[in-house]
């Protein structure tokens, strides 16, 4: 029996948990305006500290939102999309399945509207 669904209802969770935060999501939304940035950049577009940014940049790089890596004594910081892409399947397979029960529902009521003398 394989982990998968279980290892992919906890990088779910974890791309959740990381985005309930508005400065993290603000982070993604300056990250994505650039190919990789460094955290003293995006302190300056934001009302938070540099250590700030950095505590928050470390809580999206473990959901897999971020990724970073060294250039001389700069730390750049990027956008990884996989782990928002799977997040956004994920959603989209669930509001699917809701599609489909309300169909359904709709389906059994509009017979029902019809059996009705």
Avoid at 5 to 16: M, N, R, S
Avoid at 65 to 76: A, K, P, T, Y
Avoid at 90 to 107: C, E, G, N, V
């Amino acid at each position: 029996m394989t982990s998968e669904p279980h290892d992919a209802a906890i990088a779910v969770d974890g791309v959740l948990a990381a985005l309930a935060e508005p400065t993290r999501r603000q982070l993604l939304d300056v990250l994505a305006e650039r190919d990789e940035t460094t955290a003293t950049v995006l302190a300056k577009r934001l009302p938070v500290s540099r250590q700030a940014v950095v505590k928050h940049l470390a809580v999206l790089d473990a959901a897999g939102l971020v990724s970073s890596r060294r250039v001389g004594r700069e730390v750049r910081y990027a956008v990884r999309p996989d782990a928002l892409n799977a997040t956004a399947q994920w959603m989209a397979a669930l509001a699917a399945d809701w599609d489909r029960r309300l169909a359904y529902i709709k389906h059994i009521a509009e017979a029902a509207e019809r059996d009705t003398p």
